[in-house]
């Protein structure tokens, strides 16, 4: 957007350099919020209604200061892109509701969950403080997601959980055994 070329200046300015390089697409903060970014600005909380139900609330959001036409362009898109309206959610819940169902399949529970698509492209990268991958498609999100989840599921209490940045390898990463949920 040009709007964004406008500001970058003033976004570096005020959060630094080291975000230069960076335009993520989709983000997550454990255990419940996430952003989405590309088709609008959006921002989730997922709210977990039970074993295969949750429901979430988005927001779009575009910077007080872009022009009219700017917002309105970004609310449209995000209306029509994303929500319970959108042309992609429509199609992504179709997805998630069938991997839930196929999820419960008496073969699928014989097998553990594969999330190793990416694997091996992560590294620590020091400037962003973060795991970082080289490889456009990849599952870093998901396995670091559950990865957390089964520590928390784990833990006898709260003593025993790292509150810290965590940083695995690569090889940490394949020798994971992924839960069944």
Same mark, same amino acid.
């Given at each position: 957007?040009?709007c964004e070329?406008?500001?970058?200046e003033?976004v570096?300015?005020?959060?630094g350099?080291?975000?230069?390089g960076?335009?993520?697409?989709?983000g997550?903060?454990?255990?419940?919020? &996430?952003?989405? %970014? @590309?088709?609008?600005n $959006?921002?989730?909380?997922?709210?977990?209604?039970g074993p295969d139900k949750? +429901?979430v609330?988005?927001?779009?959001y575009?910077d007080r200061a872009?022009p009219p036409?700017v917002k309105?362009?970004?609310?449209? &898109?995000g209306v %029509? @892109?994303?929500?319970? $309206?959108?042309t992609?959610?429509q199609?992504d819940?179709?997805?998630?509701? +069938?991997?839930t169902?196929?999820?419960r399949g008496?073969?699928?529970?014989?097998?553990?969950?594969?999330v190793q698509?990416?694997?091996?492209?992560?590294?620590?990268?020091?400037?962003?403080q973060?795991l970082?991958?080289?490889?456009?498609?990849?599952?870093?999100?998901l396995r670091?997601?559950y990865t957390?989840w089964?520590?928390?599921?784990?833990a006898?209490?709260?003593?025993?959980?790292?509150v810290?940045?965590k940083?695995?390898?690569?090889d940490?990463?394949?020798s994971?055994?992924?839960k069944?949920i």
């Open positions: 957007m040009d070329e406008q500001t970058k003033e570096l300015s005020r959060l350099t080291r975000l230069s960076m335009k993520p697409l989709v997550n903060a454990f255990p419940d919020f &996430s952003m989405v %970014r @590309g088709i609008a $959006s921002l989730r909380v997922w709210h977990p209604k949750t +429901e609330w988005e927001y779009n575009v872009a036409e309105e362009a970004s609310r449209l &898109s %029509r @892109g994303l929500g319970p $309206s959108g992609f959610e199609d819940m179709d997805n998630w509701q +069938e991997c169902v196929t999820a008496t073969v699928s529970r014989r097998y553990p969950m594969n698509m990416g694997l091996g492209h992560e590294s620590y990268d020091h400037d962003l973060g970082t991958s080289d490889s456009k498609y990849k599952e870093s999100n670091a997601f957390r089964a520590e928390l599921m784990d006898q209490d709260w003593s025993e959980l790292n810290g940045p940083v695995m390898s690569a940490d990463l394949m994971l055994e992924y069944s």
